[in-house]
């Protein structure tokens, strides 16, 4: 890690600070759900288009066909080529509360 001063005394580091947002991911083949961290002042969508392979997820919880629980992880990383939809759960309840 880097720590620049400018001449006020105030520093400056490489460190990005993210801000985890809970999800639902439709694969191709599975629904996952868990947390996404976000770059502060970002959107999820700006994760996607990043360019990058895998999308980071933590706390996963990995769904069936049956909505029954696979399996669940500390960390997964979900290939962005196979996701289909991915949704912010508080959009996701916002819109059910306006139905």
Request: charged share 25%; aromatic share 8%; glycine share 6%.
């Amino acid at each position: 890690m880097t720590i620049e001063y400018d001449e006020k005394g105030k520093y400056y580091t490489d460190v990005v600070k993210k801000l985890p947002v809970q999800v639902v991911i439709q694969t191709t083949t599975h629904l996952v759900r868990g947390l996404v961290h976000v770059r502060d002042g970002e959107r999820l969508k700006n994760e996607l288009e990043r360019g990058e392979a895998f999308l980071a997820v933590t706390n996963a919880s990995v769904y069936g066909a049956e909505e029954k629980v696979l399996f669940t992880a500390p960390f997964i990383a979900v290939r962005c080529a196979q996701i289909v939809w991915i949704l912010p759960v508080d959009e996701q309840q916002h819109t059910k509360a306006n139905q």
